[in-house]
């Protein structure tokens, strides 16, 4: 085992044909959960999906969960090492991160019934990755795997400057990722066995939204709606399809049902279309789902004997106080005063599948951020996944905080704290492909 700057490496052997199985499992919310965290019931049902690899010498496993967040992912990842046989340092789990989902609370409250509903949806989630591992297992088989990019304009910077300051909007000319990254998984004999698109946007079309009756429902939001497009497409062959959320801390949907707008005067309101939002759902995730597809079908250099590693390490960056109010009480300001807090370590994962670099994240990173590091990648295909292992609110960019947005107010991470991550993340990636180079 060969240890660089707090990176394991272990020693390279010769791999075989890739091996990949995809599965995925509805997660079974019983009735009885309702209502519960504000939601009165399901508009369109939450899955987990599940990717899996091994190249003789590795094994390794993606797997996404129609989530907003997920906390402490180690039970999970137990499951998962006891169903398929995989090490827990060789899991990415995150959390698709769609805002119209329920958490699960770590510990225990004093409200008895709210302790109950947590545990019901908690064991429901642990069944489905279960299940979905289980389909992945059985699915193993033989396989490619290509990568491609194309653009999507389906996203948005949401930072605005309104009369009271900068805060969530549509901002036309603040810089937005518009790339489209696409792994694709196919059987030797040309099945589409996984399609997995990065994308920097928020699922958060029907964030807030209620129904014409004043009812708050659950939905896969965007993520879930480009991911049922792919799969209505290739349903045939029973493709899965994966929606990996990327640095999108400041990015929206480029229209969304309760949105934040501003009058004449620049005071920024509020609006909600109600069940019409579904619509717009529709349409958005048809088109980011038919990009997807787009640059799918292009790909064609595509590889069936892969380096399939996984590295960790972390980088501390300064911390700083979480603002007093609640998320939903805050509002735009002009002048903040932020209170550097100590340090707090960042972890940092890579996964590398032959020319393809999955970097995995906690903290949700601005969409610069996110496009300098596949910028700055000395591997040819780089993907930048947040929410991944865990989740760690915002990391903004510098000039997010000099502008006091809420992406740099609501967070535990200290100004430059992204910058320096980004440096780490590249200096990692260096080291991962000049060992590749070397055991060529």
């Known amino acids: 085992m060969l240890i660089q700057s707090g990176i394991c490496f272990a020693a390279q052997a010769p791999y075989g044909t890739l091996q990949a199985g995809a599965g995925e499992t509805l997660i079974q919310i019983p009735p009885e959960f309702f209502p519960a965290q504000g939601f009165d019931g399901i508009h369109d049902p939450l899955y987990v999906k599940t990717l899996l690899l091994d190249n003789g010498v590795n094994k390794t496993a993606v797997v996404s969960i129609d989530m907003t967040s997920l906390g402490n992912v180690n039970q999970l990842k137990s499951i998962i090492q006891k169903t398929a046989g995989i090490q827990p340092d060789n899991i ?3 959390a698709a991160h769609n805002f119209s989902s329920p958490h699960v609370f770590p510990g225990m409250t004093e409200n008895a019934a709210e302790n109950k509903k947590t545990a019901m949806f908690a064991s429901a989630l642990a069944k489905a990755v279960e299940a979905a591992t289980q389909k992945a297992v059985t699915g193993m088989q033989p396989a490619s795997i290509g990568y491609g990019t194309g653009i999507s304009n389906v996203n948005i910077n949401r930072d605005e400057l309104t009369a009271g300051g900068w805060w969530h909007g549509s901002n036309e000319t603040g810089y937005s990722d518009k790339e489209l990254s696409v792994m694709k998984i196919d059987s030797l004999s040309g099945k589409p066995l996984a399609i997995f698109m990065n994308y920097s946007v928020q699922s958060s079309i029907m964030d807030e939204s209620v129904s014409n009756q004043g009812k708050k429902l659950i939905s896969t939001d965007l993520a879930g709606a480009a991911t049922k497009y792919v799969e209505d497409q290739y349903k045939e062959d029973g493709t899965v399809a994966f929606f990996g959320v990327g640095a999108a801390g400041d990015q929206a949907p480029i229209f969304m049902a309760n949105r934040y707008m501003t009058d004449n005067k620049g005071v920024s309101i509020r609006t909600d279309i109600h069940d019409d939002g579904y619509i717009l759902l529709g349409l958005i995730g048809e088109r980011l789902g038919y990009d997807a597809i787009k640059v799918s079908r292009k790909i064609i250099d595509k590889q069936t004997s892969v380096d399939l590693s996984v590295i960790h390490d972390s980088v501390v960056c300064k911390s700083q106080k979480m603002p007093m109010s609640k998320t939903a009480d805050m509002k735009p300001v002009k002048q903040y005063t932020y209170q550097i807090d100590g340090e707090v370590k960042v ?18 990173l601005a969409s610069k951020i996110g496009a300098d590091i596949k910028k700055g990648s000395p591997v040819k295909n780089t993907m930048v996944l947040t929410m991944v292992n865990g989740a760690a609110k915002y990391m903004a960019d510098k000039d997010s905080y000099d502008k006091f947005t809420y992406e740099a107010r609501n967070s535990k991470y200290a100004k430059g704290s992204a910058e320096l991550v980004e440096n780490k993340i590249i200096s990692m990636l260096t080291q991962l492909n000049s060992r590749s180079k070397a055991s060529e």
């Open 347 to 364: 972890p940092i994962d890579i996964m590398k599948i032959g020319n393809i670099a999955l970097v995995g994240i906690q903290p949700e």
């Open 92 to 94: 990415f789990i995150y």
